[in-house]
């Protein structure tokens, strides 16, 4: 079955630290992943795509095929990046499939 | 160009009631996706409209249906509504891979 998995509910880490948000998914094609943020009071919006294999507000992620896996890293974490963060992933079907989502607080 | 707006923005209702929920894509956007956000289950997927079609569905029971006008504008009926239904339901509209949220509608079930 598709699936994607976000272990960590909540991460805290202190201001200027790297960040790692995990993401693994279960999907036996090649889906394209994604991650959306939804900062305090705002809507749900794209952060990146693993196809774009760019770097939006300091973060990237890198798709692992052999360890299912896109993980989300930053090198120095900021206040602003304080937000709720999912991990997605679709398979060309027009479905999408989303983590539970994982909290990142960035304590001052 | 104005984003995805959902109306009503919070709605109250009785188990055994319906309702329905509205969303305006954005301008050109002719897929429009829905979601059930709660905080144990995260997003889920209920199902997605393209030109009036009905592309792809997620695993929820028939009491939850939608429909899309040649407008794209989309609906989302709940039939029978059960505390359960307590939810954000989220529309997303998009144009290829990307989807742009809208606010959501807070629907409560007593």
């Known amino acids: 079955a598709q699936r994607v998995t976000q272990p960590e509910k909540l991460l805290s880490v202190f201001k200027g630290a790297p960040v790692e948000l995990k993401c693994n998914y279960s999907y036996s094609g090649s889906p394209e992943l994604f991650w959306y943020v939804q900062y305090s009071r705002q809507r749900l919006q794209l952060l990146l795509r693993h196809i774009s294999r760019e770097s939006i507000k300091g973060f990237t992620a890198d798709l692992n095929k052999g360890e299912t896996s896109f993980h989300l890293k930053k090198p120095f974490a900021q206040e602003e990046d304080s937000a709720m963060y999912y991990c997605a992933l679709t398979s060309g079907t027009y479905k999408y499939i989303f983590g539970t989502g994982t909290r990142l607080k960035v304590l001052a | 160009k104005a984003g995805v707006t959902q109306t009503p923005r919070y709605l109250i209702k009785t188990r055994g009631q319906q309702v329905t929920l509205s969303c305006s894509p954005i301008?050109?956007?002719?897929?429009v996706s829905w979601y059930q956000q709660t905080p144990g289950q995260g997003l889920q997927f209920l199902f997605e409209?393209?030109?009036?079609?009905?592309?792809n569905k997620g695993n929820f029971p028939g009491r939850f249906s939608g429909r899309q006008f040649s407008n794209s504008r989309s609906e989302m009926n709940v039939s029978t509504l059960e505390l359960g239904d307590s939810a954000l339901y989220l529309c997303?509209?998009?144009?290829?891979?990307?989807?742009?949220f809208g606010p959501g509608t807070r629907l409560t079930v007593l």
């Open positions: 997303a509209s998009s144009l290829r891979d990307t989807q742009y």
């Open positions: 409209y393209f030109s009036e079609t009905q592309r």
């Open positions: 301008s050109g956007h002719r897929s």
